[in-house]
C-alpha cells in the first residue's frame, strides 16, 4: 500500500502519487494542468475532496488505506462497465459514467444510431463554471471545454441531448465556457443578457490549445464509428433565440478554421426551423447581418 498522502506535507510527492493521479485521471477527476506529474499539489487535492464525497468518505483530502481502498473498488467498476471510458487522449475527461445524466431538463433518447450523426454545434455556456469537473455533470451537451483548457465529455456522443433544436438528432452538443460577445469588436449589448455571466470573455489560450485536442479526439471518434463528419454548425441557425450563440469568436477562430481543415462546403444561409443564418461579421453571407 503506498504512503499516506496529504496535502499538508509540502515534500509528498513521489511514484505512488502519479499512481494516485493516474487513478483519479481514469475516473475522469481533474488533477490540474501537468496531469500525473507526481506532485500533490491543490489540484489533485481537490480531485480527492471530490473523490471522497462522491464515495462518501471523511472529505479531508488525505489519501489512507480507507480512500486506496474505495479508489481500487471504483476503478474495478468502471472496468466493468460495458461502456469503455472515452478519455484516450490527454486533457480529455470523460464523465459519462460518473453522473447521474441526461441533466433532468434535458429530453433524451439513448442511444442513437452513431449513423445518423452528421457533426457537431458549437456553442457558448454565457456564464462563467467553477473550475471542477463535476460542476460540468448537468451540462445540456456532449463536450464542455472550459477556460482552464479542460476537454470533459459530459454525455456520450451517441446519447440524444436536448441541446440546440432541431439540431440536436443529427450533431455533437460542444460549450465553450464563457459569455461571448455576437459581434468581437462590438459593444457588450451583442453578448447574452446574463447577469450570472461574469463578464465579457474571450478565448483563452488554453482553450484554443484545448480545441486543438478536442479537433483530433472528433476526427477519431468519427473514424472509429465509420462516420463522414460532414457539417460543422453553430446554434444560432436552428433558434432565433440564440443570436449570439456561440458568438463570432469562437465562430471564426474555431468553427471556421474546423470546416476548412474538414474541407467540408459551408452553406452560412442554411438554417432549420427559427434559425439565423451566419452574419457576414462572422465570416458568413455578405449582407446577413448579425
Known sequence: MPDLIK?????????????LQSDLLALGYDVGRYGADGWYGRATAAAVVELQQRLRLTADGIVGSQTWAALDAALLGRESSPRPSLATSPGILDRTVLHPHPPLYS??????????????????????????PSRWDTLNAHIGVTREGTVIVVNDPVDFIWHAQ???????????????????GGDDSTAWNNPSGGGIHRLTAEQIAAAERLFRWLQRWFREHGVDWQVVRAHRQSSSSRRADPGE??????GLLWIRRLGIPQDPS?????????PEDWGGAPGVSY
Not at 496535502?7 to 499512481?19: I, N
Not at 432541431?166 to 468581437?184: A, Y
Not at 442554411?270 to 451566419?278: D, E, F, K, M, Q
Request: net charge positive; aromatic share 6%.
Open 7 to 19: 496535502l499538508t506535507d509540502p515534500l509528498t510527492t513521489g511514484p505512488h502519487v502519479r499512481r
Open 107 to 132: 429530453a433524451r433518447r439513448s442511444p442513437r444510431d452513431p449513423a445518423t450523426i452528421r457533426g457537431v454545434t458549437l456553442h457558448q455556456t454565457a456564464c462563467d463554471l467553477a473550475n471542477r
Open 166 to 184: 432541431g439540431l440536436s438528432h443529427d450533431t455533437i452538443g460542444i460549450e465553450f465556457e464563457g459569455n461571448f460577445r455576437g459581434v468581437d
Open 249 to 254: 469568436e469562437i465562430w471564426s477562430r474555431i
Open 270 to 278: 442554411w438554417v432549420t426551423g427559427s434559425g439565423r443564418p451566419i
